[in-house]
């Protein structure tokens, strides 16, 4: 026999245990792939002062997990970051403005507004309180179908800081269910009642998926200062970027409606133009 040959029993032998490591390592490779990595608990905000009595406000059924951990990664939503400020204004080159209108729907005036926007063929954005527009969700579908921006405004209109973190998702989590059932999207930004923001809100906000938005110029129409009131404090607010703060519900609205038709032409007779914001 050559040297270079094996015996045939110790040939046996190399092949059984050839076979026995590659089923080992076989094993380890399956064992690798099926395992995934535990996923990071996104943290939430430490708890903080007590509600204010009222009206209990039930758990949202709103969740972030469609729009992140659990969607195909292309069609994950970019998060934006938690901000310490809203935005007052907004850029854009040229002489643009943005018109806003809180507290709605109402059908008593929405309706009137909405038909001076599509007059003008301008757009717009809708601050809704959740109680509102779940009520509402065809005067919801007509401002989505003009064209229009609908924000979060939470679900009852309360002062955010006085609000522990669990009711503030509430508030804004509850609305933004009722945005996206009716829309098919949710709300790509949010506004706080009073212009009342504190750290919370902003990160529950931004965990939602929501930027914060102001106002450059406010109208004061909830104290029913008069139509030409109105018109005057637009109008002398008026510049590049500047973001006017209405009202389309809340209380009476017919000076908010009268004022609207009266100075919307004159800003587009001015070289302004009437925008929203896009992201």
Known sequence: MKSHQMLPGRRSVLRV??????AATAGLLFTERGSAPARTAVSRPAAGPRAVAGPP????????QPMTAYSPPRFRRAMPPVRQRPFLEVSDAGRTMVLTFDDGPDPRYTPDILSTLRKYEVPAMFFVCGEMASDHRDLLREMADDGHVVGNHTWSHPLIPKLPPSRIRDELGRTSEVIEET???PPLWYRAPFGAWNKHSFEIGAQLGM?????TVDTLDWTEPGTKTIVRRVLDGAGPGVVVL?????????????ALRSYLPELLDAGYRITVPRR
């Not at 406000?57 to 972030?64: E, I, N, T």
């Open 17 to 22: 245990a050839a076979c026995l490591g590659a």
């Open 57 to 64: 406000v039930k758990a949202s059924a709103y969740r972030l």
């Open 246 to 258: 209405s009202h389309d519900a809340g209380g009476d609205r017919s000076q908010s409606v009268a």
């Open 211 to 215: 930027e914060p938005l102001a106002w």
């Open 183 to 185: 829309l098919g999207t």
